[in-house]
Each structure stands twice: as structure tokens, then as C-alpha cells.
């Protein structure tokens, strides 16, 4: 008897699913966080050690193989995973005796105390094109990471790299996910080989808030935050059913990775989460969101039997969260300061169990959301409160130096010249660029001098900024 379409299409959907659950079971589901260090005002590492058992984290990324957090970590049950810096990875590449030592000096003293389970050699190097030169480097640094740390008989250690969806060309629908054609071949491949040799995974940063973001008016918030309900996307090519953002995000590298030739590779999470807050203009980035899908995210991932994703239905997939604090020394838009679970005065942002234990029930309410939907009102770039004065003067030098004639109407003997003051003609500065080079990625920060207001300068002008308390500049 001849067996149908729809039913071998089943059974081959249960093979595939047993065969995933099996080669997950050496892997837990235990969620981790990504511990960042910019900021200024963050926690010591035994404070900060606290915090992530608080969170019942069962894992812990650094970016950089910290000794003091190294050291916090030492007897505890967290696995940690530590980073070569993207500046080492070249020297590396070329020198076995360097990457030995870079193993000597960062794993051997820790190891195995503190549970070093992952090196990854460097953090999205593929994305940044001012390192390009540096692109054919890394697979080899890779080699010789994973060879040091045979020369010290450490075996329990997977050694990758970190991505980002960058690293696509082509993204949607997710069957048609496809490599950059600059990396596919360079590093890409070569990747994959190794990753495949070593039985290892391939760390992904994906973070649906920036396509539902800039998307807003084609994919639904709720779709992005599993909140969907009855919403799907049906792949036109696979027939797979999607009802969320991310399931479509990591289904795209795996079919990107199935048309370079490796189709069993296991993904790892490396940063995921959803700002908490962030500037007047980004849409959605807020509390209620943020505590929404990081819920949500740990529930799924931690479900028993595994969920996976609709080309991997019941895979494990190891998970860090991005991130463990609020860091206030992040450059670029205000988001990439608002990722955290605790403010750096240790309280959370909002409450979270990384088990999925907590119920709901125990959880108090969340804010409402008041940015879902675009600002639609003026915006201006003015000067911080409490912004240094020597680094403010700096930072008007650097404005009126860029795009086309900033500063001319705070000129002397200009029309906005007077009354005279460093705060009036920084914000002036600060807005005139922001305004002229906002479309080609400028932002309103520099370096924490200044903010976004939607109150017009002008007003605050005839007030004498006294509104921020700027006359002792």
C-alpha cells in the first residue's frame, strides 16, 4: 500500500524530531546571561555573581575572560563561556605559542573550578567592515584555540565564534536563508567545517525587536513578542508554519547553513532580550515589552519535551540572554543601554526566573507601554544634565565639524550667536547634526552629553536652561 504525501511527510517530521532530541540530550535547556562591563557604575563581580543565581541562571556569558569574575565564579554551578577579543584574533591566527599562552593565561588558572564549557573568538567580527581585513583570520584562530586547549588537556571545552543576522543576505522567506556572498566561502564554510568536526555549535545573536522596529506597520507586535496567538506565517517553499518572530530568524541560518552542506549543525542562542527603554524615536522599547518576551522566551525554552523550531521541531536550544545591567557607557541609540534585567543598583527592572518556574501570578504588574506605536512629535538633541564641561566643548568642536555648515548660525556675529554660552551653542550643535545626519546613523548621545527632548530649545532658552541648571557653565 502506497504511503501518502501528508503521511510521509509526518513520519519524516517525528524521525527528525527524535533524532534532534537525541542529539540534544549531552545539552541542557538551562538559560543563561550575558554579563556586560560597560558602564560605570556596575556591581562588583561577587555582587554581580549574586544577582545571576538570583536570576536561577544556569549559565553565564563574559566578553572577556575577566580574572576577578573568573575568580567570583570559582565553586559555583554556572558554565561559563569567555571570549578572545576581536584585536587578539590576527595575532592568534598566525601563532600557536601566542594562542597558547592566550589559554595558559585565561583558562588553565580557572579551569576546571570555574566551569569554562565555551571559548569564542571574538563577537560578531563578520559584521564590522572596518575589520575586514581580519575576516580570513578567524577560522584559523579558531583552529588554534581548540589546539591549546588540547595541549593542556582540557576536553570539555567547545570553541566557536558569535554571529549576528547580519551574516545573511537573504533572510525571508526562511527557506531562502543564504550567507553573504563576501563570507560564504572565506569564512563561512570553513566555519561550518570546523563547527561540524568538533561536534560544536553556532552562536547566533538574534533580536527580533530590530525587524519588527523597523518593520512595524507589516509585522505585528504581538507576533514578535509570542504573543501571537492564531497569528502564523506559512513558508511558501518549505510549507513550514511559523508563530513567531524568532522561530523565522533561526530557521533562516539553519537553511542558509543546509545549502553550504550542513544541515545538523546545533544552534546556540548567544544573545537574545528586548530593550527595556530607550530614545524618544524607537519604537516599542520598553518595560512591558522587554519582561513580555524575555517571559515568554524562558518558558519556551525551557518547555519539556523541547520545542525547538519548525525545521528543528524538539532541538534543545541553549540560550543567553542579553543582558545582565543596564550599561550606561554603550554608545549609539538609547536601546543599547537598556538591555539589562537589573539596574545597576542591583534592583531588577523587572521581575524574571530564567527556570520559567516563577508563574505569572507571582509577578507584579507591568507598566503600560507608551511608545508602541511611532512618536510622531518634534524632537531636538540638547545637552545632558550635569554634562562635563571640558568633554562638552570637545564634543561642539566635533559637530560643528561635521555635515554641512552646523554651527554657522552660532558663529560670532551670527544671529544665534548671543547670548553667548557653551550649553545654548552645544545644543544647537548637537541638534543641527543630528538633524542633517540622523537618516545616515548619527545619534543624539555623544558619549552621554547629550539627549533627546521634545521640548523646543527655543522655550528652554528664554527660561536659561534653568530647567536642567546649566548656569554654572
Request: charged content about 20%; hydrophobic content about 35%; proline content about 7%.
Amino acid at each position: 500500500m502506497e504511503v501518502g504525501a501528508a503521511s510521509r511527510a509526518g513520519i519524516f517530521t517525528s524521525i527528525f524530531s527524535l533524532l534532534f532530541f537525541l542529539s540534544s540530550a549531552e545539552i541542557s535547556a538551562k538559560v543563561g546571561v550575558n554579563y556586560g562591563l560597560l558602564g560605570d557604575n556596575l556591581p562588583s563581580a561577587s555582587r554581580s555573581v549574586r544577582l545571576i543565581k538570583r536570576l536561577k541562571a544556569g549559565r553565564v556569558k563574559l566578553y572577556d575572560p575577566n580574572p576577578e569574575i573568573l575568580r567570583a565564579l570559582k565553586g559555583t554551578k554556572l558554565q561559563v563561556s569567555i571570549m578572545v577579543p576581536n584585536q587578539q584574533i590576527s595575532n592568534i591566527s598566525k601563532s600557536q605559542n601566542v594562542s597558547d599562552q592566550w589559554v595558559k593565561n585565561n583558562v588553565v588558572p580557572y579551569y576546571p573550578e570555574t566551569m569554562i564549557r565555551y571559548v569564542l573568538v571574538g563577537n560578531e567580527v563578520l559584521s564590522l567592515y572596518d575589520q575586514k581585513q581580519s575576516w580570513p583570520d578567524l577560522v584559523p584562530a579558531i583552529r588554534r584555540i581548540k589546539g591549546s586547549l588540547r595541549k593542556f588537556h582540557i576536553h570539555k571545552v567547545k570553541v566557536g565564534t558569535t554571529l549576528a543576522m547580519d551574516v545573511l543576505e537573504s533572510s525571508f522567506p526562511p527557506s531562502n536563508g543564504t550567507f553573504r556572498s563576501d563570507i560564504s566561502g572565506l569564512v563561512v564554510k570553513p566555519l561550518l567545517q570546523f563547527l561540524n568536526r568538533t561536534k560544536s555549535f553556532f552562536f547566533l545573536d538574534v533580536y527580533p525587536y530590530f525587524p519588527w522596529s523597523s518593520q512595524p506597520q507589516y509585522i505585528k507586535l504581538d507576533y514578535a513578542l509570542f504573543e501571537g496567538g492564531n497569528l502564523t506565517y506559512a513558508d511558501p517553499s518549505s510549507g513550514l508554519t511559523y508563530t513567531n518572530l524568532l522561530d523565522q530568524m533561526l530557521d533562516s541560518v539553519i537553511f542558509a547553513m543546509k545549502r553550504l552542506g550542513f544541515p545538523d549543525i546545533r544552534l546556540w542562542i548567544a544573545e537574545t532580550g528586548w530593550p527595556n527603554g530607550g530614545d524618544i524615536d524607537q519604537i516599542g522599547a520598553n518595560i512591558h515589552n522587554a519582561a513580555t518576551y524575555n517571559r515568554n522566551l524562558v518558558k519556551r525554552l525551557n518547555a519539556k519535551p523541547p520545542v525547538g523550531t519548525p525545521a528543528r521541531p524538539g532541538s534543545v536550544l541553549p540560550t543567553f540572554i542579553f543582558s545582565l545591567y543596564n550599561e550606561n557607557q554603550k554608545g549609539g541609540p538609547g536601546t543599547e543601554r537598556h538591555w539589562g534585567l537589573y539596574y545597576p543598583n542591583e534592583s531588577s527592572v523587572y521581575p524574571i526566573d530564567l527556570t520559567g518556574e516563577s508563574p505569572e501570578s507571582e509577578y507584579p504588574p507591568l507598566p503600560a507601554p507608551e511608545n508602541n506605536a511611532p512618536y510622531k512629535g518634534k524632537i531636538w538633541c540638547v545637552v545632558a544634565e550635569r554634562a562635563n564641561k571640558t568633554e562638552l566643548e570637545s564634543a561642539l568642536a566635533y559637530a560643528c565639524g561635521q555635515g554641512n555648515r552646523t554651527c554657522d548660525p552660532v558663529q560670532p556675529g551670527r544671529k544665534c550667536y548671543k547670548p553667548v554660552s557653551l550649553v545654548r551653542h552645544a545644543s544647537f550643535a548637537f541638534s543641527s547634526y543630528w538633524a542633517q545626519l540622523r537618516s545616515s546613523g548619527a545619534t543624539c548621545f555623544f558619549n552621554g552629553l547629550a539627549v533627546q527632548t521634545t521640548k523646543d530649545p527655543i522655550v528652554m532658552d528664554r527660561a536659561s536652561f534653568q530647567v536642567f541648571n546649566y548656569n554654572s557653565l
